[in-house]
């Protein structure tokens, strides 16, 4: 327990050494007091000095260290003293002033010099800084040299007071050489901060780098920040190593109390904060139950599985139509979480009988439906008939199913290409909401809502996977077209606010993901170039122009939407016009019977029953 006398006396043995420097310095100073009291200001000393020194310099010692070790000033090695530890000191000296004083005062020590009580402090708060100080230049010193030696050469990436920050970090994490810094701020050039000189601005990081001998530069701008894009994108162009600090994780992970920095990933570009979690709300709904995930071998299902079992779940089914998908997810979970209950079936979610035997089997508490076609012009055309089914009928079949069972909630992720959708997997995706939405009416036992959210950054099919394997091949990097942007999150944080999403959704609503800022993807291919040695001139991109269906940019909201805030930051709820409740089992026999239509038909009487899709 913080502050029992067993953590005091571990303190005070642990810094036992350094104690009894401070016994001398505080010994020493009392003297000191004394000499500087009689001599140097020409007093007269009494006749009884010796007998005050004898009684009154142990007694010094005995309180000032007493007051030092309450305080705690012996936790900390005097070499890693900062501004806290400073504070401490400050704090027991006053303390110690203070209880010598009043021990004094009692004692009443014939012919004592009152002055000795203030001019002593002075001396000795000299003296207890003066040591402290010592021991860190001295030990930042051979840090210094130990680093010039054989550390890596390094120049930091960010304005004074973030390369402030970064340069603390890295006197804690060994190996690194910094020789420069390089700020964004060209005004700052010149000046220095913990003795290291702004070489330049980020125009001049070749150069710099070049001169210096520096293969590695560290981003210390703030994540999620629009300057720390472009600086990432400026720095990749002096093919440097580029780092960046540690996340939080990464601090928590390296079971040492620091972690090196480390090489900057694509989730970098994002540079978003942490979802915090209700974990209690979540544990409520999820531990000791039963959730099931469709669609539980992709990259948000496999995901959402990962994240459930983490709340201690009672079962966790797994369903989705890929064998080699649902083998890799159950190779990885006996592995991972060897204790949890775990059922992998290969079943299709358009196969409404084998999802209504396998829910009436396990009876979920929770269902989240990830299982879809997501690729846009994959599924324009010759396949949209194949979107319906799967993205619509899919859907149904699965909250059909889940409500049959007693499955309190259910949760359907969708996607912003459902908004004002320009191609079929949106509109199918669309009709899907509203087909949930209906369903809902018709049960309102179960808890049905839709998550809406952009792209995942290296979900499967996404733009991250295609550009690896063109870079890997040698090139080029295909790009639709120079302007278009989309917005991103990570795989885990999509995971996350779905599973927080379906713990707050009311039945019928549609909860939108705040994206944060939309990333051109033209900057994305760069960057995967540069992360990968690699030049333009050598993999060059290319801009093929856009794809059937697809738009410069996408929306989280429609047009006739607008939101409302939620207890949590980065959900928000879409409200939407009134619209009339679909007919599910028309819906059901059209898509049932529209087989043999061409895709020119679909597109028409989907436009019908979406009335904000908009075919090209």
């Not at 480390?262 to 540079?271: K, N, P």
């Not at 799967?390 to 499955?407: C, D, H, I």
């Amino acid at each position: 327990m913080i502050g029992s006398p067993t953590l005091k006396r571990h303190s005070f043995s642990g810094g036992w050494r350094t104690a009894w420097l401070d016994a001398g310095a505080v010994a020493v100073t009392w003297l000191l007091a004394f000499l500087f009291r009689f001599s140097l200001l020409r007093n007269d000393p009494p006749a009884n000095l010796a007998d005050i020194l004898w009684i009154s310099t142990p007694l010094a010692v005995v309180v000032w260290v007493a007051a030092l070790t309450g305080f705690g000033a012996y936790r900390t090695p005097w070499r890693h003293t900062s501004v806290p530890e400073f504070k401490r000191l400050a704090a027991a000296m006053g303390v110690a002033t203070l209880a010598l004083a009043a021990v004094l005062l009692l004692l009443r020590i014939p012919n004592f010099p009152r002055s000795i009580a203030l001019l002593h402090p002075l001396f000795a708060a000299a003296a207890l800084l003066g040591l402290r100080l010592g021991a860190r230049i001295l030990a930042e010193g051979r840090l210094t040299r130990a680093a010039a030696t054989t550390g890596k050469p390094l120049l930091v990436l960010g304005t004074l007071d973030e390369a402030a920050r970064a340069l603390q970090t890295l006197r804690s994490s060994a190996g690194w050489h910094v020789l420069a810094l390089i700020s964004p701020d060209p005004a700052e050039t010149g000046r220095s901060v913990q003795g290291v000189r702004v070489a330049g601005s980020v125009a001049d990081l070749g150069r710099v780098a070049q001169d210096l001998g520096a293969t590695y530069a560290l981003i210390a701008s703030e994540p999620g920040t629009a300057a720390r894009r472009a600086l990432m994108l400026q720095a990749s162009d002096a093919r440097l190593t580029l780092l960046t600090l540690p996340r939080a994780d990464d601090w928590l992970q390296s079971g040492a109390g620091t972690a090196a920095p480390r090489q900057v990933e694509l989730d970098d570009l994002l540079g978003r904060a942490a979802v915090q979690l209700d974990v209690r709300g979540l544990s409520s709904l999820l531990a000791g139950k039963v959730a099931l995930v469709t669609g539980a071998g992709g990259s948000i299902g496999s995901e959402l599985c990962r994240q459930i079992a983490r709340f201690g779940v009672r079962q966790l089914v797994c369903i989705d139509a890929s064998e080699i998908a649902i083998y890799t997810l159950e190779q990885e979970f006996k592995a991972r979480f060897p204790e949890l209950t775990v059922r992998y079936y290969t079943a299709n979610v358009r196969e409404a009988g084998r999802l209504r035997d396998l829910f009436a089997l396990h009876r979920p508490a929770v269902v989240f439906h990830a299982a879809a076609y997501k690729h846009v012009p994959l599924m324009e055309d010759d396949n949209a008939i194949e979107a319906l089914r799967t993205n619509v009928l899919g859907t149904l079949n699965a909250a059909r199913a889940a409500s049959a069972s007693g499955a309190a909630r259910f949760v359907l992720i969708s996607t912003d290409k459902a908004v004002n959708p320009t191609n079929v997997m949106g509109a199918s995706k669309r009709l899907a909401e509203l087909a949930l939405q209906s369903h809902a009416v018709q049960h309102p036992d179960t808890h049905c809502c839709a998550v809406r959210f952009g792209n995942v950054l290296g979900s499967s099919g996404s733009v991250v996977p295609r550009f690896a394997a063109q870079i890997a091949a040698g090139g080029p990097v295909t790009v639709t077209h120079p302007d278009i942007v989309r917005y991103f999150m990570s795989i885990p944080e999509a995971a996350q606010l779905v599973l927080q999403a379906g713990l707050m959704g009311r039945s019928g609503e549609i909860y939108v993901l705040d994206m944060g800022e939309p990333v051109k993807i033209v900057d994305l291919a760069r960057l995967m170039i540069r992360l990968s040695n690699k030049t333009e001139e050598e993999i060059p991109i290319h801009f093929t122009g856009l794809r059937p269906g697809e738009k410069l940019f996408e929306e989280l909201l429609a047009d006739d939407e607008t939101t409302l805030p939620t207890p949590h930051p980065k959900l928000r709820v879409a409200r939407q016009a009134e619209q009339d409740a679909l007919d599910l089992q028309a819906l059901q026999v059209w898509i049932a019977a529209s087989g043999a239509q061409s895709p020119a038909q679909i597109k028409a009487a989907l436009h019908a029953l979406v009335p904000e899709y908009t075919p090209q």
